[in-house]
């Protein structure tokens, strides 16, 4: 993972929350995603082609400085999607960001963490009960975070997993609730270093699996792992700084075996796995460096990656279930 992407992720924490009625039954759509319009997230469905795009939270409230809705994550029956938010808040401020979960159509939004640091990221147990997810506690320049875990209904939150002086985010459950894989974020000597470990879900037994890399992402069977790395120094971006861009990689679940996916000199991230796991979502800025970032589609195997979004605004974090 480039440096440039680490505090893209803290940018993509405050979020707003939705209400409504109810909803009892999964919907069409299976992708989840972020529209991020001009600094404002929202989370809206589309089908796997890219059409069918329904709005689930609000849009931005006049005079909002806030971020609105960011970090998608269905419940493993769909009904329900967990994400980061900011309630009604209007104002900039990291601390008011909390998750919430609400029903598939986006009603009944309820706010799960009440807490005065950045609560973000987070990620069912395959279960469906238990929501594991990032809780901040230094918001800098260079940010720090621990794992948490708790009910579904946002009681009995608990400490996971902490390493001294590292950011922990993009948690991942594994299909069969053993582990979670997630990216650590170090900072030595001034400079970023990501890297993806997995733990056992009592949170023992942390193992790192693969370096210069982030977002990890278990294939259904739970054999693999996709993720973002930037290790062949394949294209460059500049923007603020300049950095090799990454690229979607698949490997063994213990790290082994390697192998590339996309071969663009564009900056792919956030993968995400069909839910038969033959083919990987993931998002690229190849169409417009300084003004687009869309969701595209790659055969898991590899091959040609096709484009399902393309539009004016920035659409992020897809989550395919």
């Not at 989370?43 to 931005?60: F, P």
């Not at 192998?259 to 998002?283: C, H, M, N, Y």
């Not at 800025?285 to 004016?312: L, M």
């Amino acid at each position: 993972m480039t440096p440039s992407r680490i505090p893209l992720l803290l940018l993509v924490l405050l979020v707003a929350g939705c209400g409504g009625g109810s909803s009892t039954s999964a919907p069409s759509q299976p992708i989840a995603f972020t529209v991020n319009d001009e600094g404002w997230g929202e989370i809206w469905l589309m089908d796997e082609s890219g059409q069918g795009r329904k709005q689930l939270t609000d849009a931005r409230p006049e005079g909002s400085e806030s971020s609105g809705s960011t970090s998608p994550s269905w419940s493993p029956d769909r009904k329900h999607i967990a994400y980061a938010g900011v309630g009604n808040s209007v104002v900039a401020d990291p601390a008011f960001e909390d998750i919430y979960v609400m029903d598939a159509d986006g009603t009944n939004s309820k706010q799960l963490t009440h807490n005065t640091v950045p609560d973000f990221s987070p990620d069912w147990s395959p279960d469906g009960k238990k929501i594991v997810f990032s809780h901040a506690s230094v918001v800098t320049e260079a940010p720090l975070s621990a794992l948490y875990v708790m009910d579904a209904d946002g009681s009995h939150q608990k400490l996971l997993y902490r390493v001294r002086d590292a950011l922990l985010v993009t948690a991942d459950w594994s299909p069969d609730g053993k582990r979670i894989a997630f990216t650590q974020v170090t900072y030595p000597n001034t400079t970023t270093v990501a890297s993806i470990y997995v733990i056992n879900s009592d949170g023992t037994g942390a193992k790192r699996i693969a370096g210069d890399a982030a977002e990890p992402a278990w294939s259904p069977d739970g054999k693999h792992i996709a993720f973002a790395t930037g290790r062949d120094h394949f294209g460059r971006t500049c923007v603020p700084q300049c950095q090799s861009n990454d690229e979607i990689y698949v490997a063994d679940a213990t790290g082994a075996n390697p192998r590339r996916l996309t071969t663009d000199k564009a900056e792919d991230t956030s993968p995400t796995w069909s839910p038969d796991g033959t083919q990987i979502a993931f998002v690229s800025d190849r169409t417009s460096r300084e003004t687009q970032n869309e969701i595209f589609v790659v055969d898991a195997s590899g091959g040609e990656a096709k484009r399902i979004t393309n539009n004016d605004v920035w659409d992020l974090e897809p989550d395919w279930k």
